[in-house]
Structure formats: C-alpha cells, structure tokens
C-alpha cells in the first residue's frame, strides 16, 4: 500500500488549506492514523491523531486550528488547517497503522505560510 498527502500550497498566514492521504488500494482494519510533518532541519512532529476509537489528539502547537477526520477505505485520513502561521511551514505526511501494527506512511506534501 502507498499514500499519498495532497493538498498542500502556498497560503498567507491566517488562510486555510485542508489535506488529504490517498491510497493505492483500500485499506481495511485501520488501528490509527495520523498528521506529521517536518520542517527543515527540525525533527518529524506528530500534528494529530484518531484512533479506531475516534481518540483524537492534538499537540498544543495546533489544538483549536487543525481538525483531524476519517475519511474511506481509498482515502482515509484528512487534515483540515485553519488559522495558519509561517511556524506551520513543513512537509506533511499522513501514517496508517493497521491493527496487525503494519505502518503505512505516505509521500510528504509541501505546506509553505508566508507571513
């Protein structure tokens, strides 16, 4: 299985821009999901989670701006960002982890806020 993020792009600070994670095949028995990203010569950050049980978690850097939400078995998972900061700048990468703990991680999409 491959994913997929899309929907990254230049955005002015305060704009929104909402990301998607497509994958290759369906994918089924899904544990968690999630957002990280990295920004340059920062190590990669987890941005949001939801668990099999709708656990959904946030660090402080992004609660109140970022939503995290299931989407289907062909595109899973996906990233609604609000109120954006040139801090937010990063390559975003969507992970699914199956229940048998297989991790799947998908090719980054380019997020770039200009202030």
């Known amino acids: 299985v491959q994913l997929q993020a899309s929907g990254g792009g230049l955005v002015q600070a305060g704009g929104s821009l909402r990301l998607s994670c497509a994958a290759s095949?369906?994918?089924?028995?899904?544990?968690?999901m999630g957002w990280h990203r990295q920004a340059p010569g920062k190590e990669r950050e987890l941005v949001a989670s939801?668990?099999?049980?709708?656990?959904?978690r946030y660090p402080d850097s992004v609660k109140g701006r970022f939503t995290i939400s299931r989407g289907d078995a062909k595109n899973p998972v996906y990233l609604q960002m609000n109120s954006l900061k040139p801090g937010d700048t990063a390559v975003y990468y969507c992970?699914?982890?199956?229940?048998?703990?297989?991790?799947?991680w998908g090719k980054g999409t380019q997020v770039t806020v200009s202030s």
């Open positions: 992970n699914v982890q199956l229940i048998t703990t297989v991790d799947y």
């Open positions: 939801i668990s099999s049980g709708l656990n959904i």
């Open positions: 095949t369906k994918i089924f028995d899904i544990n968690a």
